[in-house]
């Protein structure tokens, strides 16, 4: 019997999600304007999936099609645009680092579009050319055609990886971007001898979402290749407030800016996280090498191709992911001039305000008060580091930078956010967290445990040797 099969994902965002267009920072939209995710991207990171399961190499080949030694085998399935359905869409704003001096690089700022948490994606999964058992004594189709069962276990691999965020959408996964849940699964059945359900697969789209739900835990599944993670946290406080020069839509004061705001909480983005801590180990790397015979050029070439092993590039995927910092326990800063009354009797303004200076005269801007919130509070600074190629009982070169970073973070060396020279952004943590694999460490910020820096030593051992294995590649 001829059938096709579509299943139905709708799923559901977990965190901020983009799909981004040949310009950098938009989003991909229909001819009538609306957000669209195209079938491609979402192909694109199914396949990448499967790379990362237990699953044979010619399964792959004949469910999602590629290059073989002799020709190009045209894939087995169908994959639909993404109906997107969100409650509006999210400018994100930020401003690129300058990799010399650490600060924010002059006339580069860049906006981000992209969906919110609980936007919801819908897009079809189809085969027309599955094999039934029937048809197994064909070898010819047997080669090239695709299992019903095969594609059900597949579709179940994608759906578990939904589930557990290993399967991440669109851009931006390393800062946190891409995670979905599964609001529902379902499969359509078309018997493409009947020329009513023929017609119906062609021509109606909306027909192929109907069927019957799937409980997508009952399904068989390849297993995960076996893999390994670190996971770095850092509990602490801003104790004199932090700031962020976003700006905010206060109805008291048009240019109020301050730290981004959602679900009712501050929070500072992964972006921000990401870009200092990416600075802070580029200068790392830059004095391990300040004693060879480097010009600046190969320096800064060494530098970056290391730096793209950790936080990708766009070459190769980045191991690491960052979360947002959610504050807690907030506070705004506030200032007290209640002696200044106002003419108009109105109550005289309580937060910060400072004038923004002309570097050229050192004298102030004419009009040129700058008002800004600043938030104390409590957060937790998350990351976590892959390890899909490091062997059991291997320390990872990449540990040691990371705790290292985190640990002048924690002891207010590195400060977080804008307006850094007035002591706005120092973080105040005890201990650096770290799960690598089940056995768990707690470095202090400050003076380590004699334990602690045994291991520490160890680990800087290992990043001296990745440093140096392949300080020759420049060419």
């Given at each position: ?15 901020p999600a983009y799909f981004g267009d040949s310009k950098q920072g938009e989003l991909v939209r ?383 060396d590195v400060p977080i956010g804008g307006r850094t020279v007035i002591g706005l952004g120092q973080f105040a ?47």
């Amino acid at each position: 019997m001829n059938r096709a099969v579509t299943y139905q994902f709708t799923i559901r965002a977990v965190t901020p999600a983009y799909f981004g267009d040949s310009k950098q920072g938009e989003l991909v939209r229909n001819a009538h304007g609306q957000p669209l995710v195209l079938g491609n991207a979402i192909g694109g990171a199914l396949r990448d999936y499967l790379n990362r399961n237990a699953i044979p190499e010619e399964l792959i080949l004949k469910s999602m099609g590629g290059d073989q030694v002799s020709a190009f085998k045209e894939s087995n399935l169908y994959i639909s645009d993404g109906i997107v359905v969100c409650s509006d869409e999210v400018v994100k704003e930020g401003t690129a680092i300058d990799p010399q001096y650490g600060s924010a690089k002059d006339k580069h700022k860049y906006t981000l579009y992209h969906f919110p948490e609980g936007s919801e994606i819908t897009f079809r999964i189809e085969s027309d050319e599955l094999i039934e058992l029937i048809d197994l004594d064909d070898s010819s189709k047997q080669n090239d055609g695709l299992l019903a069962s095969e594609l059900e276990q597949i579709i179940g691999t994608w759906a578990e990886g939904l589930d557990t965020r290993q399967l991440r959408l669109g851009g931006q996964k390393s800062n946190g971007f891409g995670a979905f849940e599964i609001k529902e699964l379902r499969k359509r059945e078309f018997r493409l001898d009947s020329i009513e359900e023929l017609e119906r697969y062609i021509f109606d789209d909306r027909d192929k979402g109907k069927g019957i739900s799937v409980d997508w835990k009952t399904l068989n599944r390849f297993q995960p290749k076996s893999s390994a993670s670190v996971t770095f946290s850092m509990n602490g406080c801003f104790p004199y407030g932090v700031y962020q020069n976003f700006k905010l839509n206060d109805p008291s004061c048009k240019d109020m800016t301050g730290l981004l705001y959602k679900q009712g909480k501050y929070y500072i983005p992964s972006t921000s996280l990401k870009g200092l801590i990416k600075n802070e180990i580029r200068l790392l790397l830059k004095r391990m090498k300040t004693a060879e015979a480097m010009n600046a050029q190969e320096l800064d070439e060494f530098v970056e191709h290391k730096c793209a092993e950790l936080f990708g590039s766009i070459d190769q995927r980045g191991r690491l992911v960052f979360s947002d910092a959610i504050l807690e326990k907030t506070r705004l800063v506030e200032i007290d001039r209640n002696t200044a009354s106002k003419k108009d009797g109105t109550k005289a303004e309580t937060c910060p305000v400072y004038i923004k200076i002309d570097r050229l005269t050192g004298g102030a801007y004419s009009s040129a008060l700058k008002h800004q919130q600043e938030i104390q509070g409590e957060t937790n600074i998350r990351l976590s580091l892959a390890l899909d190629d490091i062997a059991d009982g291997e320390l990872s070169p990449y540990i040691f930078p990371l705790i290292y970073v985190l640990r002048r973070i924690g002891a207010g060396d590195v400060p977080i956010g804008g307006r850094t020279v007035i002591g706005l952004g120092q973080f105040a943590a005890n201990m650096v967290e770290v799960d690598a694999g089940g056995e768990r460490w707690s470095i202090e910020t400050n003076e380590l445990s004699d334990r602690n820096r045994n291991w520490l030593e160890a680990c800087y051992e290992s990043f001296k040797g990745w440093c140096n294995e392949d300080a020759a590649y420049v060419v």
